[in-house]
Nanobody, 128 residues
Framework: QLQASGGGLVQAGGSLRLSCAAS????????MGWFRQGPGKEREFVAA????????????YYADSVKGRFTISRDNAKNTVYLQMNSLKPEDTAVYYC???????????????????WGQGTQVTVSS
């Protein structure tokens, strides 16, 4: 189960941090992602993060539209993945969803159809 939170209303140029708490599965093995769906738009990839064995190495992936502004991270002790969003723009307005996929399955970070589990979404509104 995934529970997303942290959305809200912010002015352009502002920041928000989204959280996604996972329960019921071996969180450290999950590959996690954030997607968003704006008004009248299709769901689009935002960012993803994986974990590599026992090392502290994390691979991260970002959509071009958010590179340099958004940062995905994870805290395995809290079973939580975060999306720090800085320099927000009105076009970032959307419902943001966290998603997860089990290890060992085929995975391409931007492809939402390859994620097994989804949170309920949290609304982010950026005013100009």
């Amino acid at each position: 189960q995934l529970q997303a939170s942290g959305g809200g209303l912010v002015q352009a140029g502002g920041s928000l941090r989204l959280s996604c708490a996972a329960s019921g599965r071996a969180f450290t093995a999950l590959r996690m992602g954030w997607f968003r769906q704006g008004p009248g738009k299709e769901r689009e990839f935002v960012a993803a993060i994986t974990w590599s064995g026992d090392s502290t190495y994390y691979a991260t992936y970002y959509a071009d539209s958010v590179k340099g502004r958004f940062t995905i991270s994870r805290d395995n002790a809290k079973n939580t993945v975060y999306l720090q969003m800085n320099s927000l723009k009105p076009e970032d307005t959307a419902v943001y969803y966290c998603a997860a996929t089990d290890p060992g399955t085929s995975w391409d970070p931007p492809k939402w159809s390859l994620y097994d589990y989804w949170g309920q979404g949290t609304q982010v509104t950026v005013s100009s």
